[in-house]
């Protein structure tokens, strides 16, 4: 079976991993351009926010179980983060700015089952393709030899207050 589309070329942007998903890696996609037309509306993006990291440090594992219930993460226990890093996806449609820096507080005091071990989620890792389809328009994808990573434009909170892209 053949079906032929007219696409936008920004609407493509992930089309594939959802095609691929839906019919269990059956399809095959082939794309060309056409002709360009004027712009006919917007392409629907992803409704929740996201999860963006207050302080640079390492992750703890402490801190990342306790914030597990505002979202999924997409940094693993030890990995360096740097302020204004998106660290995960929220639940609601809001960006969180959140600390997964703290580590607990040591003190003599102990009471029973407070100490139980920390139920981490495995993090979600993105390739080139899934970070450009997943970006908000105020966030970047940073690449570098050793990491991809999902940044905001502006880093500090204030800023990013302070020139809300719409």
């Known amino acids: 079976m053949v079906c032929e589309f007219l696409i936008p070329s920004r ?3 992930g089309l594939r991993n959802q095609l691929l998903t839906a ?3 059956e399809a095959i996609m082939a794309h060309r351009f056409l002709e360009y037309q004027p712009m006919k509306g917007d392409v629907p993006q992803r409704q929740n926010g996201s999860l963006v990291s207050m302080e640079n440090g390492k992750a703890i ?4 179980d306790k914030l597990q219930e505002r979202g999924r993460f ?12 998106v660290i995960g996806e929220n639940t ?16 003599n005091v102990r009471s029973s089952g407070a100490d139980d071990k920390a139920k981490i989620v495995p993090a979600i ?12 328009k105020d966030e970047y994808v940073e690449v570098t030899p050793k990491h991809l990573r999902l940044r905001k434009v502006f880093l500090k909170e204030v800023d990013r207050k302070r020139n809300k892209i719409s």
């Open 11 to 13: 609407g493509i942007i």
């Open 23 to 25: 019919t269990a890696g």
């Open 61 to 64: 594992p402490y801190s990342i």
């Open 74 to 85: 997409f940094v693993d226990p030890g990995e360096d983060i740097y302020e204004g890093q």
């Open 92 to 107: 609601r449609g809001d960006d969180m700015t959140i600390n997964i820096t703290k580590t607990k507080k040591l003190s």
């Open 125 to 136: 890792k993105f390739s080139l393709e899934e970070a450009l389809e997943y970006i908000q």
